[in-house]
């Protein structure tokens, strides 16, 4: 029988993505762990039925709290964002609700940064709002001036960076050190990234998470959330959250996003190439006022992505000139041939979608009166898919 080797000397991630998980030794050889499907787990004796439940979170206890496919693919996801747990939750919303609901109670606050992921959003003021717990929402460009907006019951700041509709990336690390020195906790939504290109806790982030239905599964095909920590103690919260709340990460999912992970490092790389490419194509047209991508001088807080980022996925925005109405706005989406209107993105194929940010900001204002529009560069050829953006753009100038 095949046995995989211990690594003797450290591996690029890249290879660690192919091998991490992988147990070919416990499975006949075959190289993917199967699929597990379980709800009961039988013990054979009063004393090893103690003895799983002291060890429940890490080996199989119940199904709710995973089978050996999803330790396989929580150990991948923590190896890949370099921590030491990791929770596989339903999807991203649900390691967001974790994230925060397992680190509050009554009489607490949180601060969030104002350009995350609007259900993040209304998870907090919507809902923690209900158990006392107050939420406040900061520019995303505050920096060190975080402290300003500290309060002596403030325990966790959050940030989405870049934020996935307006790509203003954050200061990390000084949003961090703000929130230590005052006893909260540092928590991130790392899904632009793919915790490929960015890793949190070499930049003070205590708690990672990430919608794994984008990137990681890859394919549209599955929802799948993922939360990393480097601590045991908030790794034990979240897992005893998670569970008293009910969640179960289906084994299937789990597969589906074990196997995404094997193709990360060279899916991310073609999506990278397409949506630059795309990106100056965009920022040169008349029709087009900026264009809202990290590794563009335009976008705000461009230093700090490359300061602290080692590149770039395929999700970016543009504005447009102030003008065309919303006809014309309908004109150039509903004629697109290779781009496809809908949520998500992270999958193989091309989207856009409009969106808009000034009636969801409440820190700042703002600043564009042109429609803003989310892309996602998919597999598809650049070219084919820049001739798609000029009929597009034809149209809306038709
Ligand atoms: C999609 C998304 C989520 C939510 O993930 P789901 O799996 O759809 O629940 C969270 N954060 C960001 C940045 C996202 O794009």
């Known amino acids: 029988m095949y046995t995989m080797k211990k690594s003797t000397t450290p591996k690029h991630p890249d290879t660690r993505l192919t091998t991490s998980g992988r147990d070919p030794e416990a499975n006949f050889g075959i190289v993917n762990p199967p699929v597990y499907h379980a709800s009961t787990v039988t013990f054979p004796t009063l004393a090893a039925l103690h003895e799983a439940e002291k060890h429940k979170f ?12 999803t330790f396989a693919f929580e150990q991948a996801v923590a190896d890949l964002e370099g921590a030491k747990h990791c929770i596989a939750l339903p999807s991203g919303m649900a390691a967001i609700a974790v994230a925060l609901a397992a ?8 601060l969030i940064t ?32 975080i402290g300003e907006h500290i309060r002596p019951n403030t325990k966790i700041i959050f940030a989405e960076a870049p934020g996935s509709i307006t790509f203003e990336v954050q200061d990390i690390p000084a949003l961090a050190n703000a929130a230590h020195k005052a006893g909260a906790l540092m928590v991130m939504d790392n899904t632009w990234s793919a915790g490929y290109h960015f890793k949190p806790f070499d930049h003070g982030v205590d708690i990672s998470i990430q919608a794994a239905t984008k990137y990681i599964v890859g394919h549209s095909d599955a929802m799948l959330g993922t939360l990393t920590t480097n601590d045991r103690t908030l790794w034990e919260r979240a897992k005893t959250t998670a569970g008293t709340l009910g969640h ?21 790389a073609r999506h990278e190439a397409t949506a630059l490419k795309l990106a100056h194509w965009l920022a040169a047209r008349p ?13 705000p807080g461009h230093a700090i992505w490359k300061r602290d980022f080692t590149g770039s996925t395929g999700l970016f925005g543009i504005v447009l000139k102030e003008g065309p ?14 781009f496809a209107m809908g949520f998500s993105w992270g999958g193989y194929e091309s989207l856009i979608i409009p969106a808009d940010p000034a009636h969801v900001r409440t820190a700042y204002v703002w600043p564009y009166k042109g429609q803003t529009l989310r892309l996602h560069a998919g597999l ?11 009929a597009g753009l034809k149209r809306l100038n038709a």
């Open 58 to 69: 890490e080996q199989v206890y119940y199904g709710r709290y995973g089978t050996p496919t």
């Open 103 to 110: 680190n509050v109670q009554s009489g607490d606050h949180v």
């Open 114 to 145: 104002d350009n995350a992921y609007y259900p993040t959003l209304k998870f907090a003021h919507g809902f923690l709002a209900k158990f006392g717990v107050e939420a406040s929402y900061f520019d995303p460009l505050v920096g060190a001036s």
């Open 248 to 268: 179960s990460t289906g084994p299937d999912d789990c597969y589906l996003g074990l196997r995404g992970l094997r193709t990360l490092a060279v899916r991310l």
């Open 287 to 299: 029709e087009v006022e900026t264009v809202l991508h990290p590794a563009l001088p335009s976008c």
């Open 325 to 338: 109405d919303q006809s014309a706005i309908a004109r150039l989406l509903d004629g697109m041939e290779l």
């Open 380 to 390: 598809e050829d650049a070219d084919d898919l820049i001739q798609d953006l000029e």
